[in-house]
DNA sequence: TTAAACTTTCAATAATTATTGAAAGTTTAA
DNA sequence: TTAAACTTTCAATAATTATTGAAAGTTTAA
């Protein structure tokens, strides 16, 4: 496997994987894209690489800056702007991580709670609806806070010592 | 907001999030309307209740079993089939975290760690592809694990005795 | 200012994914 | 066996989502 093939494996890879953090292939293809580039890339070299058109690459590189993954660069005697991607796994981890649970997760976990603290009218029906929605409000709540505490820890936990505590 | 409302609003929050568990809407919505019915459905009842095909279900209803998450129910006297959901959340979400990880994550693993163990020629961007896969990598197999301990764990972490570990 | 060099917007369209429903298939009771 | 009562399959279609590309907008250098 020669460098090309190695990156384009990668990248669409990691685009047909964007499902998996909830953003399309055209933003996760270019956030793979910049992840492995030694240099920051303009519009004009994300949109030959990739194959895609100019609106499409300004909408997704826009998007990937409101998420906080990707940034403007500017780059010394040169108009066009350049973009950059973080390139530490956990700093982007801890990112989509958050993203993820405010986009989606905090709004179901709202829902949980509104339908799990309906009235009670006495009926069966009414008693298991509740009973179960309770149940998986508590879950996601744990879940995420879970995440969110895995997340923000400093100390890196990729070493495996997180790990030992399930062990 | 009464029983009816309750119930629809949950199962079209539900339904709404089965892009969160890689599953598309109408199985989301039939597994959700199993979760909160106090007996065993069949074909005809589901199609009713969220009003799609008998096609539709059938086939979502197939991908439930096929996912362990639906079980088929005889009743005594009835030749129609009855279908039912796991009821114990943390046993649900013990078998979507095993699924997602077997169907999604393994292979994104698996091409993570090709690309990261190719041979490296020397060049600044095949180093940089190596390092970056290799990043990824480990935390993928880190992140992975992880999730497999925490639901494999028999003792009832909803309890959110896991939780204190991260305090 | 102006005009060249860019980026962004958005209606039209393409691509993908989900759904339908009728036909085919299967099971069961008599 | 047969036929009624079911379930499954799958080609056609609908719905959704992503993408294009030209026009409009913005920025910068002179």
Redesign the pocket.
């Known amino acids: 496997m020669n460098y090309e093939e190695a990156k384009d494996k990668f990248i669409s890879t990691w685009g047909s994987l964007g499902s998996l953090w909830g953003i399309?292939?055209?933003m996760a293809q270019i956030q793979a894209l910049l992840f492995i580039s030694t240099k920051p890339l303009?519009?004009?070299e994300i949109m030959d690489t990739l194959?895609?058109?100019?609106?499409?690459t300004?909408?997704?590189?826009?998007q990937l800056i409101d998420w906080g993954i990707v940034t403007k660069t500017l780059v010394a005697g040169e108009?066009?702007?350049f973009y950059t991607t973080e390139k530490d796994v956990q700093e982007l981890a801890r990112i989509i991580a958050k993203e993820r649970s405010r986009r989606e997760i905090r709004p179901v976990i709202k829902t949980l709670r509104e339908v799990s603290t309906m009235e009670d009218d006495g009926t069966a029906k009414t008693k298991e609806l509740i009973k179960q929605t309770k149940a998986l409000h508590e879950l996601a709540e744990t879940a995420d806070s879970m995440l969110h505490k895995i997340i923000n820890q400093k100390q890196n936990w990729l070493t495996k010592s997180v790990l030992k505590l399930f062990s």
Do not use: H, Q
Request: aromatic share 0%.
């Open positions: 399309n292939k055209a303009t519009t004009e194959k895609i058109s100019r609106g499409n300004s909408m997704n590189v826009r108009r066009k702007e």
